[in-house]
């Protein structure tokens, strides 16, 4: 690495191979060797590293960087190192024997010892009471049925040969008999199996005794016993008994133990349900309970179809009935036929109208699908205990079904009950009528919305709403996705037919709210796409407005409500909102280009301002219109336009036909003024108010200012620049309560909102120019320097040269470090490029034999195929 070496050794290198006894070096390349050449020599200087080979030197560096770094680098993602973990190896203060002992120890301990608590397959010995398990795995005695305790499970030594031996050779145990002039034929295989059998059933025949004889004395053992004990057993009365010791009382600890020992213990829980199964279940039941509204709107009763068993077993014994009278009849027979007793003129009568009304009912159920998907019934309120939980969940319960229900529960305890088929009475069905259904479709526009909630009252329209919403849940059916994101725009439209009617019916656009908040979170895209919408066609309209006449009013109360609305669907602290930021310019662009021309027009802009508070009170967004627009509404407050501390920016101006808008001189209406908020009904119109009124209406648009104005110092406090901000306001504030043109109570509200101001720390000081000293006068008396020794080095202590020479010389070797280093890069990037470049060879040799091969099994594949076409 570095430079060759100096000339003086390379000429010794180029000595004969006799100088030195050294082996003799071959004389470099004359086109590898650099002369580094002087300008001039100086006297004195020694030179190094004019003559050098910087190509050998490079092949040197890189031959001992392969050996080296590369090394290394091929290695560094092993770990083979052998490590010798043998106990006491390099240990010299124990001794051999020792270490034998220690070793043979530790093995033995790590053969016994369990490496894992939860595994029961190791070797390990395990016994149940006291003896192993392994022993009793083996089943050496298997238990026989027929057999006693005694020699349970051995088999015979005779029927062990004749089974097992083949039946022909001797019976072990037996001395063999050789056949014999005198003696008996050996037996045959039969004979010897009836005989075994025969022992076999004898020794059966003899533990059975022995078991009864072995009762009997147990059994007479047992009664012997008994009778002793009676005669043992003297026990005393319990009126001696009780003079004795009495029973200790538990202490706390043992009340506790039982207690727990007869705690109840956890039940297991059902699962919670999905939102399908929810959305399914809600369904179903608001089916079941339009099905009974219909059916009892046509006054058919339950009896003659919920009732009426939809089939019969054959094994049904028919007994699942109560026999409310005694209508048995007696039964005689006459002539060989059954004779039943006549039933009553009234009676047959009514069978006969029933039986025809239950056909009329029969042909409507037809009709109906409805009806007969609807099991249950309303004489008992089977249907409202059903959905009990449901109603109380959602708060769904109607008056008029609730009232209905009670009613006909009343009617069919007394004693005029309906008999089946017949019709329910008139005011039944009219109530019926009344009620709302409880399944709705999906409507396909905004008139039809309207026509289903129109005329209805605000907790039926809710009731309306919702159950469209259950009815037609998107996991339900496949289009019902669709309809509801339509929903959510027909909504939004009636809530501004309502806002812009006369009255504005603003409790139900508040209830609305909560089902249009619902379908927000079902489908936000479809919601922002609609609210976006709204937003955009009344800036248009306000654009145009602007371009005709030059100025734009405030939008309509419609307007209004879609900006409140939108703040309270979707966040509005986000940095960036695809509906809220647009939002927020639609407010800023009221407040500055509406002007105000009239007191309805100042009650919009102070609810603009009450909601853009609304919508950066989390972000602390600072918004310049909404100051500017307070300080315009207390500047028409204001009598003495004069004294002036402050600029007017438009639509605000200092003097003009509408600067004193606000203004009431009047003490008798300052007096007879109460606080109170202003009804956002005053933002549709005004009627037509005294002038008492109108100053009333004034006064609280300035409370209401006033408060906004709080608002903005408790949200704005912490700005570093507030007081600058605040600046207008305050010299607005501080002029009201000079002038005292305002009642008592906004004056202390006025006073209250200064101090708070004035509270409000100051996060900066003024910029003041720097304080230094003064530059002196320029004197031309000359810089006198020694100079102790001239050269690059001057002269000083020891210490100090040393030092010199070790900065010096680490900041040499401290950029050799960097240049070898840079180098170790460069190299060990050439080593990655061509690792990848060889890996990229191979892949592309592999794919090229691939597509080699494919081509070769197309050309064949097609070569067949054209082979078989022309046979």
Same mark, same amino acid.
């Given at each position: 690495?570095?430079?060759?070496?100096?000339?003086?050794?390379?000429?010794?290198?180029?000595?004969?191979?006799?100088?030195?006894?050294?082996?003799?070096?071959?004389?470099?390349?004359?086109?590898? *060797?650099?002369?580094?050449?002087? #300008?001039?020599?100086?006297? %004195?200087?020694?030179?190094?590293?004019?003559?050098?080979?910087?190509?050998?030197?490079?092949?040197?560096?890189?031959?001992?960087?392969?050996?080296?770094?590369?090394?290394?680098?091929?290695?560094?993602?092993?770990?083979?190192?052998?490590?010798?973990?043998?106990?006491?190896?390099?240990?010299?203060?124990?001794?051999?024997?020792?270490?034998?002992?220690?070793?043979?120890?530790?093995?033995?301990?790590?053969?016994?010892?369990?490496?894992?608590?939860?595994?029961?397959?190791?070797?390990?010995?395990?016994?149940?009471?006291?003896?192993?398990?392994?022993?009793?795995?083996?089943?050496?005695?298997?238990?026989?049925?027929?057999?006693?305790?005694? %020699?349970?499970?051995?088999?015979?030594?005779?029927?062990?040969?004749?089974?097992?031996?083949?039946?022909?050779?001797? *019976?072990? %145990?037996?001395?063999?008999?050789?056949?014999? %002039?005198?003696?008996?034929?050996?037996?045959?295989?039969?004979?010897?199996?009836?005989?075994?059998?025969?022992?076999?059933?004898?020794?059966?025949?003899?533990?059975?005794?022995?078991?009864?004889?072995?009762?009997?004395? &147990?059994?007479?053992?047992?009664?012997?016993?008994?009778?002793?004990?009676?005669?043992?057993?003297?026990?005393?009365?319990?009126?001696?008994?009780?003079?004795?010791?009495?029973?200790?009382?538990?202490?706390?600890?043992?009340?506790?133990?039982?207690?727990?020992?007869?705690?109840?213990?956890?039940?297991?829980?059902?699962?919670?349900?999905?939102?399908?199964?929810?959305?399914?279940?809600?369904?179903?039941?608001?089916?079941?309970?339009?099905?009974?509204?219909?059916?009892?709107?046509?006054?058919?009763?339950?009896?003659?179809?919920?009732?009426?068993?939809?089939?019969?077993?054959?094994?049904?014994?028919?007994?699942?009935?109560?026999?409310?009278?005694?209508?048995?009849?007696?039964?005689?027979?006459?002539?060989? #036929?059954?004779?039943?007793?006549?039933?009553?003129?009234?009676?047959?009568?009514?069978?006969?109208?029933?039986?025809?009304?239950?056909?009329?009912?029969?042909?409507?159920?037809?009709?109906?699908?409805?009806?007969?998907?609807?099991?249950?019934?309303?004489?008992?309120?089977?249907?409202?205990?059903?959905?009990?939980?449901?109603?109380?969940?959602?708060?769904?319960?109607?008056?008029?079904?609730?009232?209905?229900?009670?009613?006909?529960?009343?009617?069919?305890?007394?004693?005029?009950?309906?008999?089946?088929?017949?019709?329910?009475?008139?005011?039944?069905?009219?109530?019926?009528?009344?009620?709302?259904?409880?399944?709705?479709?999906?409507?396909?526009?905004?008139?039809?919305?309207?026509?289903?909630?129109?005329?209805?009252?605000?907790?039926?329209?809710?009731?309306?709403?919702?159950?469209?919403?259950?009815?037609?849940?998107?996991?339900?059916?496949?289009?019902?996705?669709?309809?509801?994101?339509?929903?959510?725009?027909?909504?939004?439209?009636?809530?501004?037919?309502?806002?812009?009617?006369?009255?504005?019916?603003?409790?139900?656009?508040? #209830?609305?709210?909560?089902?249009?908040?619902?379908?927000?979170?079902?489908?936000?895209?479809?919601?922002?796409?609609?609210?976006?919408?709204?937003?955009?066609?009344?800036?248009?309209?306000?654009?145009? &407005?602007?371009? &005709?006449?030059?100025?734009?009013?405030?939008?309509?109360?419609?307007?209004?409500?879609?900006? #409140?609305?939108?703040?309270?669907?979707?966040?509005?602290?986000?940095?960036?909102?695809?509906?809220?930021?647009?939002?927020?310019?639609?407010?800023?662009?009221?407040?500055?280009?509406?002007?105000?021309?009239?007191?309805?027009?100042?009650?919009?802009?102070?609810?603009?301002?009450?909601?853009?508070?609304?919508?950066?009170?989390?972000?602390?967004?600072?918004?310049?219109?909404?100051?500017?627009?307070?300080?315009?509404?207390?500047?028409?407050?204001?009598?003495?336009?004069?004294?002036?501390?402050? &600029?007017? *920016?438009?639509?605000?101006?200092?003097?003009?036909?509408?600067?004193?808008?606000?203004?009431?001189?009047?003490?008798?209406?300052?007096?007879?003024?109460?606080?109170?908020?202003?009804?956002?009904?005053?933002?549709?119109?005004?009627?037509?108010?005294?002038?008492?009124?109108?100053?009333?209406?004034?006064?609280?648009?300035?409370?209401?200012?006033?408060?906004?104005?709080?608002?903005? *110092?408790?949200?704005?406090?912490?700005?570093?620049?507030?007081?600058?901000?605040?600046?207008?306001?305050?010299?607005?504030?501080?002029?009201?309560?000079?002038?005292?043109?305002?009642?008592?109570?906004?004056?202390?509200?006025?006073?209250?909102?200064?101090?708070?101001?004035?509270?409000?720390?100051?996060?900066?000081?003024?910029?003041?120019?720097?304080?230094?000293?003064?530059?002196?006068?320029?004197?031309?008396?000359?810089?006198?320097?020694?100079?102790?020794?001239?050269?690059?080095?001057?002269?000083?202590?020891?210490?100090?040269?040393?030092?010199?020479?070790?900065?010096?010389?680490?900041?040499?070797?401290?950029?050799?470090?960097?240049?070898?280093?840079?180098?170790?890069?460069?190299?060990?990037?050439?080593?990655?490029?061509?690792?990848?470049?060889?890996?990229?060879?191979?892949?592309?040799?592999?794919?090229?034999?691939?597509?080699?091969?494919?081509?070769?099994?197309?050309?064949?594949?097609?070569?067949?195929?054209?082979?078989?076409?022309?046979?």
């Amino acid at each position: 690495m570095g430079k060759a070496r100096s000339a003086a050794r390379g000429k010794a290198s180029a000595a004969p191979a006799g100088a030195l006894g050294s082996r003799a070096r071959p004389n470099p390349n004359p086109f590898e *060797v650099k002369v580094n050449r002087q #300008k001039f020599q100086v006297l %004195g200087r020694k030179t190094r590293h004019d003559v050098g080979l910087p190509g050998v030197s490079r092949a040197r560096a890189l031959q001992k960087r392969t050996q080296t770094l590369l090394k290394e680098y091929k290695e560094r993602d092993k770990s083979n190192v052998f490590r010798d973990k043998r106990f006491g190896e390099y240990n010299s203060s124990i001794s051999p024997e020792e270490k034998m002992m220690k070793r043979f120890a530790l093995e033995q301990q790590r053969q016994h010892e369990k490496k894992s608590i939860y595994n029961l397959n190791e070797d390990e010995e395990l016994t149940h009471y006291g003896q192993s398990l392994a022993d009793i795995e083996k089943h050496n005695d298997i238990v026989d049925s027929d057999s006693d305790t005694e %020699g349970r499970g051995a088999l015979s030594a005779e029927l062990t040969a004749t089974h097992f031996g083949g039946g022909s050779g001797p *019976v072990p %145990g037996k001395a063999t008999q050789q056949p014999s %002039g005198g003696e008996e034929p050996p037996k045959s295989r039969r004979e010897l199996i009836e005989e075994l059998i025969a022992r076999s059933k004898q020794e059966k025949r003899e533990r059975q005794a022995q078991r009864e004889d072995a009762l009997e004395l &147990t059994e007479k053992l047992d009664q012997d016993w008994k009778e002793i004990q009676a005669l043992l057993a003297c026990k005393t009365p319990k009126s001696e008994s009780g003079g004795g010791k009495e029973k200790p009382k538990p202490d706390a600890y043992d009340m506790m133990v039982r207690e727990l020992g007869f705690e109840m213990k956890a039940q297991p829980s059902n699962r919670m349900k999905t939102e399908e199964e929810l959305a399914r279940e809600e369904q179903e039941r608001l089916r079941r309970l339009e099905a009974e509204r219909l059916r009892r709107m046509l006054g058919r009763d339950e009896d003659a179809h919920s009732k009426r068993p939809k089939h019969l077993s054959a094994d049904d014994l028919n007994d699942g009935f109560v026999l409310d009278t005694d209508d048995r009849r007696l039964l005689s027979y006459k002539d060989g #036929k059954m004779n039943v007793e006549e039933e009553p003129s009234g009676d047959s009568s009514g069978g006969e109208s029933g039986e025809e009304e239950e056909e009329e009912g029969e042909g409507w159920s037809e009709g109906g699908p409805e009806d007969s998907d609807s099991p249950d019934g309303h004489s008992d309120l089977e249907s409202d205990a059903d959905s009990k939980d449901a109603h109380s969940a959602d708060g769904l319960v109607g008056r008029e079904s609730d009232a209905d229900s009670v009613e006909v529960h009343a009617q069919l305890q007394g004693d005029q009950r309906p008999s089946p088929g017949e019709r329910l009475p008139r005011d039944d069905q009219a109530a019926a009528r009344a009620q709302l259904p409880y399944t709705f479709a999906v409507p396909e526009s905004c008139e039809e919305l309207k026509s289903l909630l129109s005329g209805k009252s605000m907790e039926d329209q809710l009731l309306v709403v919702e159950r469209i919403q259950k009815c037609n849940h998107p996991s339900l059916a496949v289009g019902n996705k669709a309809k509801l994101e339509k929903l959510f725009g027909f909504l939004l439209e009636y809530i501004g037919d309502l806002a812009v009617s006369d009255p504005p019916d603003l409790g139900v656009i508040d #209830k609305l709210v909560v089902p249009l908040y619902n379908l927000c979170q079902m489908f936000p895209e479809s919601a922002s796409d609609a609210v976006k919408f709204v937003l955009r066609d009344a800036m248009h309209e306000m654009e145009g &407005t602007v371009e &005709t006449t030059g100025r734009a009013a405030f939008p309509g109360l419609d307007v209004l409500i879609y900006l #409140k609305i939108a703040g309270m669907l979707f966040p509005t602290s986000d940095f960036w909102h695809p509906v809220i930021t647009p939002a927020l310019l639609c407010l800023s662009q009221l407040l500055t280009k509406c002007p105000v021309r009239s007191l309805q027009d100042a009650v919009k802009g102070l609810f603009v301002c009450c909601v853009f508070l609304d919508y950066v009170a989390l972000s602390q967004r600072f918004i310049p219109e909404l100051i500017n627009f307070l300080a315009g509404i207390l500047h028409m407050a204001t009598p003495n336009k004069q004294s002036q501390g402050y &600029t007017l *920016v438009h639509p605000f101006r200092a003097l003009g036909k509408n600067s004193e808008l606000l203004l009431v001189s009047d003490e008798e209406d300052m007096a007879t003024w109460q606080r109170r908020s202003l009804p956002l009904q005053w933002a549709g119109g005004l009627k037509a108010q005294t002038e008492t009124e109108a100053n009333h209406t004034r006064l609280s648009c300035l409370a209401v200012c006033l408060a906004l104005v709080r608002r903005c *110092v408790l949200a704005y406090g912490a700005l570093p620049s507030f007081h600058d901000i605040a600046r207008p306001l305050r010299a607005l504030l501080t002029e009201h309560l000079a002038t005292r043109c305002c009642p008592p109570t906004l004056q202390e509200l006025s006073r209250s909102v200064l101090t708070e101001m004035e509270n409000q720390p100051r996060h900066y000081r003024p910029l003041v120019c720097e304080k230094s000293k003064p530059v002196p006068l320029k004197l031309f008396t000359p810089r006198l320097v020694k100079v102790l020794e001239f050269g690059r080095k001057r002269g000083s202590t020891r210490e100090e040269q040393e030092r010199r020479r070790l900065i010096h010389k680490h900041k040499r070797e401290f950029k050799g470090a960097v240049r070898e280093i840079r180098k170790d890069n460069q190299f060990l990037a050439r080593m990655r490029l061509s690792e990848i470049m060889e890996r990229d060879a191979e892949r592309k040799r592999k794919v090229k034999q691939l597509f080699n091969s494919l081509a070769t099994q197309e050309g064949e594949w097609k070569a067949l195929k054209r082979k078989k076409f022309k046979k």
